[in-house]
């Protein structure tokens, strides 16, 4: 089958909100992602189990990042509150989640923050925070935020796009290079990182551009060898690919590189990629309480087919759930995989 691949399924930013931006004649034919899932036995898609609950606790942002699919930024107010909070620690309660993954925006800036990493370390679970480096020189109140992280056992996860001031700066803004391997050392300093630690320290690589990532071993040796170079360890790297959302659609847009970056992911599907997909085993909790199949679903608002609200969370309709599919699924299932815990093949 093949379907239209429009705009009003991939949502591009802007100061009124989220807008269309390409008009029905400018829809490409691309074969529709839940016939390639139906030829490969898995459809409905169905989730596996619920073992990672990933909280988006809000939009604000200390950075503005030219890829952010998120559209986080210093002037955004969406905040979960310790409401939704709340909630949300009520519903991990039921379950059998092992790990709770805090993003944003950068989570850090959430006023009940740290209040929600002492409750949830009280439930025992693996806690990961996605932490963009440079919000722990931001502002002093954040210094001590590789202290805080250390006493909680936080899985730290951090982007980082390059291993050169020139790349990461093209993608993240100026200064951001320097200031991210001032952070790294630092949470090396509390143990972070290192091979006789119980602190994991994780990097994320995402590509500057138009194209899939490359193999993740091979970036992994490579990121390595460059920041020993600023005496930096770190334990592993994850390669995500980038989906057309947000501000990287608006770039594949004004480059007019969004039709053949479409094909690509099309042409590179892999169905033991498709298999493995993060939303099989994942519940994605909006900053308003709602709950989606995965992060990417959440900016798109396309909610779960089951009780959508954490106020109504019903483990065993959400684990029998179809997991929700469009179009910009196909880049987590392009070449090696891509999930928020990098390749999955």
Not at 100 to 108: M, Y
Not at 244 to 271: C, G, I, Q, W
Not at 298 to 314: G, R, T
Request: glycine letters at 6%.
């Amino acid at each position: 089958m093949i379907k239209s691949l429009k705009r009003q399924n991939h949502k591009l930013a802007s100061p009124e909100g989220q807008i269309n931006i390409l008009s029905d004649t400018d829809a490409i034919e691309i074969p529709s992602f839940e016939s390639k899932m139906k030829n490969i036995d898995l459809l409905p898609l169905k989730p596996t189990e619920i073992d990672i609950f990933q909280v988006n606790v809000g939009k604000m942002c200390n950075q503005v990042c030219a890829h952010c699919h998120v559209d986080a930024g210093p002037d955004r107010k969406e905040i979960m509150t310790r409401e939704t909070m709340q909630l949300c620690l009520d519903a991990i309660k039921q379950t059998n989640v092992k790990t709770v993954d805090l993003t944003g925006g950068a989570p850090e800036m959430n006023p009940n923050f740290r209040w929600f990493v002492e409750e949830l370390s009280a439930l025992d679970k693996q806690i990961i925070v996605r932490c963009n480096l440079t919000i722990i020189l931001a502002n002093p109140k954040y210094n001590d935020l590789p202290e805080f992280f250390k006493k909680h056992r936080i899985n730290v996860v951090s982007s980082l796009p390059y291993f050169t001031a020139k790349r990461t700066d093209a993608q993240r803004g100026d200064g951001v290079f320097d200031k991210s391997i001032k952070a790294l050392q630092m949470l090396n300093a509390v143990g972070y990182g290192k091979e006789e630690s119980e602190l994991k320290l994780d990097l994320v690589y995402n590509p500057a551009g138009a194209f899939l990532p490359g193999d993740q071993d091979s970036l992994t040796a490579q990121f390595k060898k460059k920041l020993k170079e600023y005496d930096i360890v770190f334990n592993d790297l994850f390669t995500i690919t980038n989906l057309p959302v947000s501000r990287f659609l608006e770039y594949l847009v004004k480059t007019e590189k969004y039709e053949d970056y479409m094909h690509e992911l099309v042409n590179a599907f892999n169905p033991e990629a498709a298999k493995g997909v993060m939303c099989r085993n994942t519940l994605s909790v909006g900053w308003d309480g709602h709950l989606y199949d995965c992060d990417f679903n959440q900016m798109l608002e396309l909610k779960v087919q089951a009780p959508n609200h954490i106020s109504n969370f019903d483990i065993q309709k959400l684990e029998n759930r179809d997991i929700v599919l469009n179009q910009h699924c196909y880049g987590c299932t392009a070449g090696a995989g891509s999930s928020c815990g990098g390749a999955t093949t």
